[in-house]
Protein backbone atom coordinates (compact mmCIF):
# COMPACT_ATOMS: atom_id res chain seq x y z
CA UNK A 1 0.00 0.00 0.00
CA UNK A 2 1.11 3.16 -1.26
CA UNK A 3 1.68 5.82 1.83
CA UNK A 4 2.46 9.66 2.37
CA UNK A 5 5.90 11.10 2.99
CA UNK A 6 6.53 14.18 4.56
CA UNK A 7 9.21 16.53 2.70
CA UNK A 8 11.31 18.09 4.90
CA UNK A 9 13.04 20.97 2.31
CA UNK A 10 10.83 23.76 3.83
CA UNK A 11 12.31 23.58 7.11
CA UNK A 12 15.04 25.62 8.84
CA UNK A 13 14.63 28.93 7.22
CA UNK A 14 15.54 30.39 4.10
CA UNK A 15 18.43 29.28 2.10
CA UNK A 16 21.34 31.92 3.38
CA UNK A 17 23.83 31.27 6.34
CA UNK A 18 23.87 28.77 8.23
CA UNK A 19 22.37 29.86 12.12
CA UNK A 20 18.99 27.87 12.88
CA UNK A 21 16.84 29.95 14.43
CA UNK A 22 14.13 29.64 17.41
CA UNK A 23 11.68 30.60 14.81
CA UNK A 24 12.73 28.66 12.18
CA UNK A 25 12.73 25.74 14.78
CA UNK A 26 9.33 26.39 15.87
CA UNK A 27 7.73 26.47 12.63
CA UNK A 28 9.45 22.81 11.95
CA UNK A 29 7.81 21.72 14.80
CA UNK A 30 4.32 22.61 13.40
CA UNK A 31 4.59 21.40 10.02
CA UNK A 32 6.54 18.09 11.79
CA UNK A 33 3.65 17.74 13.75
CA UNK A 34 0.71 18.11 11.44
CA UNK A 35 2.82 15.79 9.22
CA UNK A 36 2.31 13.18 12.07
CA UNK A 37 -1.47 14.22 12.70
CA UNK A 38 -1.93 13.53 9.01
CA UNK A 39 -0.55 10.00 9.52
CA UNK A 40 2.88 10.50 7.66
CA UNK A 41 6.08 8.53 9.77
CA UNK A 42 8.44 9.10 6.87
CA UNK A 43 10.46 12.00 6.62
CA UNK A 44 12.37 12.82 3.73
CA UNK A 45 15.57 15.18 3.96
CA UNK A 46 18.48 15.86 1.78
CA UNK A 47 21.81 17.29 2.90
CA UNK A 48 21.79 20.31 0.81
CA UNK A 49 18.38 21.49 2.06
CA UNK A 50 18.38 24.98 3.23
CA UNK A 51 22.20 24.48 3.06
CA UNK A 52 21.94 21.98 6.05
CA UNK A 53 19.89 24.01 7.85
CA UNK A 54 16.74 21.58 7.19
CA UNK A 55 18.24 18.84 8.85
CA UNK A 56 19.86 20.79 11.49
CA UNK A 57 16.19 22.31 12.63
CA UNK A 58 14.92 18.53 12.47
CA UNK A 59 17.36 17.42 15.13
CA UNK A 60 16.19 20.03 17.14
CA UNK A 61 12.54 19.07 16.90
CA UNK A 62 13.95 15.19 17.88
CA UNK A 63 15.52 16.84 20.66
CA UNK A 64 12.04 18.74 21.63
CA UNK A 65 10.24 15.29 21.66
CA UNK A 66 11.95 12.71 23.23
CA UNK A 67 10.78 9.18 21.60
CA UNK A 68 9.72 10.48 18.66
CA UNK A 69 12.81 9.29 16.52
CA UNK A 70 11.52 5.75 17.93
CA UNK A 71 8.14 6.60 15.88
CA UNK A 72 9.04 7.75 12.58
CA UNK A 73 11.23 6.90 9.43
CA UNK A 74 14.40 9.44 8.62
CA UNK A 75 15.52 9.26 5.20
CA UNK A 76 17.88 11.93 3.50
CA UNK A 77 20.21 12.03 0.28
CA UNK A 78 23.24 12.79 -0.43
CA UNK A 79 25.32 13.83 -4.35
CA UNK A 80 24.85 17.22 -5.05
CA UNK A 81 26.70 20.73 -4.47
CA UNK A 82 24.91 23.39 -4.45
CA UNK A 83 27.14 26.55 -6.47
CA UNK A 84 29.43 29.21 -4.37
CA UNK A 85 31.17 32.10 -5.70
CA UNK A 86 33.86 29.71 -6.05
CA UNK A 87 32.60 26.26 -6.71
CA UNK A 88 30.55 25.22 -9.77
CA UNK A 89 27.37 23.58 -9.12
CA UNK A 90 28.12 19.70 -9.35
CA UNK A 91 27.10 16.19 -8.52
CA UNK A 92 29.74 13.65 -6.73
CA UNK A 93 28.75 10.48 -5.74
CA UNK A 94 32.21 9.26 -5.59
CA UNK A 95 32.46 6.73 -2.52
CA UNK A 96 34.73 9.22 -0.24
CA UNK A 97 31.76 11.90 -0.87
CA UNK A 98 28.95 9.57 -0.17
CA UNK A 99 30.21 8.13 3.33
CA UNK A 100 31.54 11.65 4.36
CA UNK A 101 28.27 13.22 3.25
CA UNK A 102 25.96 10.66 4.89
CA UNK A 103 28.15 10.64 8.33
CA UNK A 104 27.46 14.67 8.34
CA UNK A 105 23.84 14.04 7.88
CA UNK A 106 24.16 11.80 11.43
CA UNK A 107 25.70 14.90 12.57
CA UNK A 108 22.85 17.61 11.51
CA UNK A 109 20.09 15.48 12.72
CA UNK A 110 21.62 14.03 15.94
CA UNK A 111 20.64 10.58 15.32
CA UNK A 112 23.02 7.33 15.38
CA UNK A 113 21.13 6.14 11.96
CA UNK A 114 18.88 7.19 9.23
CA UNK A 115 16.77 4.45 8.29
CA UNK A 116 17.44 4.99 4.40
CA UNK A 117 20.21 6.74 2.49
CA UNK A 118 19.68 7.98 -1.41
CA UNK A 119 21.54 8.86 -4.18
CA UNK A 120 20.43 12.38 -4.55
CA UNK A 121 20.81 12.69 -8.75
CA UNK A 122 22.62 10.45 -11.64
CA UNK A 123 26.44 11.67 -11.85
CA UNK A 124 28.09 10.56 -14.73
CA UNK A 125 31.16 10.42 -13.06
CA UNK A 126 29.95 7.68 -11.09
CA UNK A 127 31.97 4.58 -10.67
CA UNK A 128 29.06 2.29 -9.72
CA UNK A 129 31.30 0.12 -7.83
CA UNK A 130 32.59 2.56 -5.86
CA UNK A 131 29.65 3.78 -5.49
CA UNK A 132 28.06 0.62 -4.11
CA UNK A 133 31.13 -0.38 -1.81
CA UNK A 134 30.59 2.89 0.06
CA UNK A 135 26.54 2.43 0.69
CA UNK A 136 27.00 -1.39 1.65
CA UNK A 137 29.82 -0.05 4.20
CA UNK A 138 27.21 2.49 5.83
CA UNK A 139 24.52 -0.28 5.88
CA UNK A 140 27.46 -2.88 7.24
CA UNK A 141 28.28 -0.07 10.23
CA UNK A 142 24.80 0.46 11.26
CA UNK A 143 24.64 3.96 10.04
CA UNK A 144 22.14 3.43 7.19
CA UNK A 145 19.46 0.39 7.15
CA UNK A 146 18.30 0.97 3.39
CA UNK A 147 19.40 2.64 0.39
CA UNK A 148 17.96 4.15 -2.63
CA UNK A 149 18.32 6.75 -5.43
CA UNK A 150 16.49 9.61 -6.51
CA UNK A 151 15.92 10.51 -10.38
CA UNK A 152 17.63 7.29 -11.75
CA UNK A 153 16.02 6.06 -15.05
CA UNK A 154 15.70 2.28 -14.77
CA UNK A 155 18.93 1.43 -16.58
CA UNK A 156 20.64 3.09 -14.29
CA UNK A 157 19.11 1.66 -11.01
CA UNK A 158 20.49 -1.74 -13.27
CA UNK A 159 23.76 -0.54 -13.56
CA UNK A 160 24.23 0.71 -9.95
CA UNK A 161 21.81 -2.77 -8.98
CA UNK A 162 24.57 -4.60 -10.35
CA UNK A 163 27.40 -4.03 -8.17
CA UNK A 164 25.38 -3.95 -4.40
CA UNK A 165 24.44 -6.87 -2.54
CA UNK A 166 21.37 -5.04 -1.19
CA UNK A 167 17.99 -4.35 -3.13
CA UNK A 168 17.56 -0.77 -4.07
CA UNK A 169 14.78 0.53 -1.52
CA UNK A 170 12.94 3.66 -2.80
CA UNK A 171 13.45 5.57 -6.18
CA UNK A 172 12.40 9.30 -5.50
CA UNK A 173 10.77 10.81 -9.08
CA UNK A 174 9.16 14.23 -10.08
CA UNK A 175 5.78 13.13 -10.86
CA UNK A 176 2.46 14.44 -10.46
CA UNK A 177 -0.95 15.13 -12.52
CA UNK A 178 1.34 18.34 -13.84
CA UNK A 179 4.89 16.48 -14.36
CA UNK A 180 3.13 13.56 -16.02
CA UNK A 181 5.51 12.08 -18.58
CA UNK A 182 5.07 9.02 -16.51
CA UNK A 183 1.67 8.42 -18.03
CA UNK A 184 2.48 9.88 -21.27
CA UNK A 185 5.41 7.72 -21.80
CA UNK A 186 3.21 4.60 -21.70
CA UNK A 187 0.11 6.04 -23.30
CA UNK A 188 1.99 7.01 -26.17
CA UNK A 189 3.90 4.19 -26.99
CA UNK A 190 3.27 3.53 -31.29
CA UNK A 191 1.79 7.09 -31.79
CA UNK A 192 3.05 9.99 -33.13
CA UNK A 193 3.89 11.29 -29.51
CA UNK A 194 6.26 8.72 -28.48
CA UNK A 195 9.36 10.05 -28.58
CA UNK A 196 8.31 13.45 -27.21
CA UNK A 197 7.42 11.34 -23.59
CA UNK A 198 9.54 13.31 -20.89
CA UNK A 199 10.65 10.45 -18.46
CA UNK A 200 12.83 7.22 -18.88
CA UNK A 201 10.94 4.31 -20.50
CA UNK A 202 10.45 1.39 -18.13
CA UNK A 203 10.92 2.94 -15.18
CA UNK A 204 8.00 2.70 -13.42
CA UNK A 205 7.78 -0.96 -14.40
CA UNK A 206 11.28 -1.60 -13.42
CA UNK A 207 10.46 -0.12 -9.97
CA UNK A 208 7.29 -2.45 -9.68
CA UNK A 209 9.26 -5.49 -10.86
CA UNK A 210 12.00 -5.31 -8.12
CA UNK A 211 9.74 -4.10 -5.29
CA UNK A 212 11.83 -0.48 -5.65
CA UNK A 213 9.17 2.08 -3.60
CA UNK A 214 8.05 4.81 -5.63
CA UNK A 215 7.98 8.06 -4.50
CA UNK A 216 6.71 11.37 -5.82
CA UNK A 217 8.52 14.74 -5.52
CA UNK A 218 6.36 17.31 -6.47
CA UNK A 219 3.51 15.76 -5.78
CA UNK A 220 1.00 18.33 -5.40
CA UNK A 221 2.74 20.98 -8.06
CA UNK A 222 3.19 23.52 -6.28
CA UNK A 223 -0.37 23.78 -5.19
CA UNK A 224 -1.35 24.40 -9.19
CA UNK A 225 -4.25 22.75 -9.31
CA UNK A 226 -5.16 22.90 -5.10
CA UNK A 227 -5.22 26.92 -4.75
CA UNK A 228 -1.99 28.43 -6.13
CA UNK A 229 -3.02 28.54 -9.45
CA UNK A 230 -0.22 30.77 -11.14
CA UNK A 231 -1.57 33.84 -12.84
CA UNK A 232 -0.34 32.66 -16.33
CA UNK A 233 -1.18 29.47 -16.24
CA UNK A 234 -3.07 28.20 -19.56
CA UNK A 235 -6.55 27.11 -20.24
CA UNK A 236 -5.74 23.29 -19.12
CA UNK A 237 -4.25 24.49 -16.01
CA UNK A 238 -7.44 26.58 -15.45
CA UNK A 239 -9.70 23.83 -16.28
CA UNK A 240 -8.20 21.18 -14.44
CA UNK A 241 -8.21 23.75 -11.43
CA UNK A 242 -12.03 23.96 -11.69
CA UNK A 243 -12.74 19.65 -12.25
CA UNK A 244 -10.10 19.17 -8.86
CA UNK A 245 -12.56 21.57 -6.92
CA UNK A 246 -15.96 19.82 -8.61
CA UNK A 247 -14.23 16.27 -7.92
CA UNK A 248 -13.67 17.19 -4.12
CA UNK A 249 -16.82 18.25 -3.48
CA UNK A 250 -18.12 14.63 -5.09
CA UNK A 251 -15.71 12.54 -3.16
CA UNK A 252 -16.11 14.67 0.28
CA UNK A 253 -12.39 15.06 0.23
CA UNK A 254 -10.11 18.45 -0.19
CA UNK A 255 -8.43 19.58 -3.43
CA UNK A 256 -5.04 18.22 -2.18
CA UNK A 257 -6.49 14.70 -1.09
CA UNK A 258 -7.76 14.65 -5.35
CA UNK A 259 -4.06 15.93 -6.73
CA UNK A 260 -2.30 13.31 -4.75
CA UNK A 261 -5.40 10.47 -4.67
CA UNK A 262 -4.62 10.82 -8.81
CA UNK A 263 -1.04 9.94 -8.29
CA UNK A 264 -1.96 7.39 -5.71
CA UNK A 265 -4.51 5.70 -7.46
CA UNK A 266 -1.76 4.38 -10.23
CA UNK A 267 -0.92 0.82 -9.85
CA UNK A 268 3.14 1.26 -9.07
CA UNK A 269 1.68 2.26 -5.54
CA UNK A 270 3.21 6.10 -5.59
CA UNK A 271 4.09 7.25 -2.85
CA UNK A 272 3.10 11.67 -2.70
CA UNK A 273 5.99 13.50 -0.65
CA UNK A 274 4.30 16.51 1.00
CA UNK A 275 6.39 19.53 0.65
CA UNK A 276 4.20 22.00 2.62
CA UNK A 277 5.47 23.93 5.76
CA UNK A 278 1.48 25.20 6.26
CA UNK A 279 0.07 23.24 8.90
CA UNK A 280 -3.58 23.19 7.13
CA UNK A 281 -2.39 22.07 4.21
CA UNK A 282 -0.34 19.23 5.51
CA UNK A 283 -3.87 18.24 7.32
CA UNK A 284 -5.41 18.63 4.12
CA UNK A 285 -3.38 15.59 2.34
CA UNK A 286 -4.65 13.19 5.06
CA UNK A 287 -7.09 11.86 3.34
CA UNK A 288 -5.41 11.04 -0.05
CA UNK A 289 -5.33 6.94 0.19
CA UNK A 290 -8.97 7.30 0.78
CA UNK A 291 -9.84 9.22 -2.13
CA UNK A 292 -7.10 7.21 -4.37
CA UNK A 293 -9.31 3.74 -3.53
CA UNK A 294 -12.82 5.54 -4.35
CA UNK A 295 -12.05 7.87 -7.19
CA UNK A 296 -13.05 5.74 -10.51
CA UNK A 297 -11.75 5.14 -13.49
CA UNK A 298 -13.46 7.39 -15.30
CA UNK A 299 -12.74 10.35 -13.21
CA UNK A 300 -9.07 9.40 -13.31
CA UNK A 301 -9.03 9.81 -16.59
CA UNK A 302 -11.28 12.74 -16.60
CA UNK A 303 -8.16 14.49 -14.79
CA UNK A 304 -5.59 13.24 -17.17
CA UNK A 305 -7.62 14.74 -20.21
CA UNK A 306 -8.31 17.47 -18.07
CA UNK A 307 -4.57 18.31 -17.42
CA UNK A 308 -2.87 17.07 -20.70
CA UNK A 309 -5.24 19.55 -23.09
CA UNK A 310 -6.80 16.57 -24.87
CA UNK A 311 -7.92 13.40 -25.26
CA UNK A 312 -6.02 10.13 -24.77
CA UNK A 313 -4.56 9.34 -28.06
Known amino acids: MSELVYGCMGLGGDWDGEEVT ?32 AERAFGLVLQRHPGLRDRIRIQTKVGITLPTDDVVGHYDLSGEAIRGRARACLERLGVDHVDTLLLHRPDPLMEPQDAADALQELVGEGLVGAVGVSNFSAAQMRSLQRHLDLPLAVNQLELSLHHRGFVEEGICVNTAASTSAPFPEGTLEHCREQGVQVQAWGSLAQGRYSGRLPDDAEGADRRTARLVARLAEELGATREEVVLGWLMKHPARIAPVVGS ?28 TSARGAGVP
Do not use: N
Not at 35 to 48: C, E, K, S
Not at 277 to 304: F, H, K, N
Open 277 to 304: TDPDRILACAGAQRVAASMSREQWYALL
Open 22 to 53: VDAVDAAERAVLAALDAGMTTFDHADIYRRGK
